[in-house]
């Protein structure tokens, strides 16, 4: 199956699409994670990319769909796929459409406040990669689990967060016009807690 996830930052996306990963075994193809990948390998194009994600604008389409158009023509994703943060423009899904056939586009739907709440508060541990959240931990600075040091997306500062927020619903809301026209867009409420946002999402792609 292959399968979309739509919506705004802090969803839920990533989360869902990693458990959907492991349980089901659709790889997570996720613009953001390979985007920051090439930043940490010092890539050209995470040289390019780096301004803008610090920034929380979108990098330029041709970039991210000449990243995603190799990454769907590896052999891990011929059977089916999970697409986490693409596509984000109408763009990005025009092009999408004239290299894949897309099965089912999943929006995941969420307020504001819980957008604020769950990034606000997200820390990633630099050595083990496990994501906490502050109001859980009793040190903000160390990875409870393996004592590395825990950082803070730069894109997740509190102004960048609404700034993201802005330009999700400029550039990326109207593709839940495109993909209703299309027949393929399904819908999930993820505001609350994750292991019942997971069986809802089970529900709606009906696996
Ligand atoms: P990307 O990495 O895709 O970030 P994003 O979508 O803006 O935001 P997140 O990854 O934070 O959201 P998510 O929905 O995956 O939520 P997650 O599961 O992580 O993109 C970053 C940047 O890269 C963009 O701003 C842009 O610059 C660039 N980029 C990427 N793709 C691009 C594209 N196609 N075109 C152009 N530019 C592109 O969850 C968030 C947090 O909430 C986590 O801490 C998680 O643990 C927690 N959480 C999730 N669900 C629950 C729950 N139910 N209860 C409690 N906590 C929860």
Redesign the pocket.
């Given at each position: 199956m292959n399968i979309i996830?739509l919506?705004?930052?802090?969803?839920?996306?990533?989360?869902?699409?990693?458990r959907l990963m492991a349980e089901k075994g659709f790889p997570q193809i996720?613009?953001?994670?390979?985007?920051?990948q090439n930043i940490a390998e010092g890539s050209a194009l995470g040289l390019a990319?780096k301004g803008?994600?610090d920034?929380?604008?979108?990098?330029?389409?041709e970039?991210?769909i000449g990243m995603?158009r190799e990454r769907l023509a590896q052999p891990d994703a011929q059977n089916g796929f999970v697409l986490?943060?693409?596509?984000?423009?109408v763009s990005?899904a025009v092009a999408l459409e004239e290299l894949v056939r897309i099965d089912v586009v999943l929006n995941?739907k969420?307020t504001q406040q819980?957008?604020l709440e769950?990034?606000g508060?997200?820390r990633?541990c630099a050595a083990c990669g496990k994501?906490?959240?502050a109001s859980r931990l009793q040190d903000d600075q160390v990875c409870p689990l393996c004592g590395g040091q825990l950082i803070q997306?730069a894109?997740?500062k509190p102004e960048t967060i609404l700034h993201?927020l802005e330009?999700?619903r400029e550039q990326t809301e109207p593709l839940i016009a495109h993909y209703q026209k299309t027949g393929l867009l399904k819908s999930v409420q993820?505001?609350?807690?994750?292991?019942?946002?997971y069986r809802d999402i089970m529900k709606a792609l009906g696996i």
């Open positions: 996830f919506g705004a930052p802090g969803a839920g996306k990533g989360t869902h699409a990693a996720s613009t953001g994670d390979m985007l920051r990319a803008y994600i920034a929380g604008e979108l990098v330029p389409d970039v991210v995603v986490d943060g693409f596509p984000r423009t990005q995941l969420v819980t957008v769950r990034l508060g997200r990633i994501v906490f959240h997306r894109d997740d993201r330009v999700y993820v505001d609350g807690e994750a292991e019942k946002n």
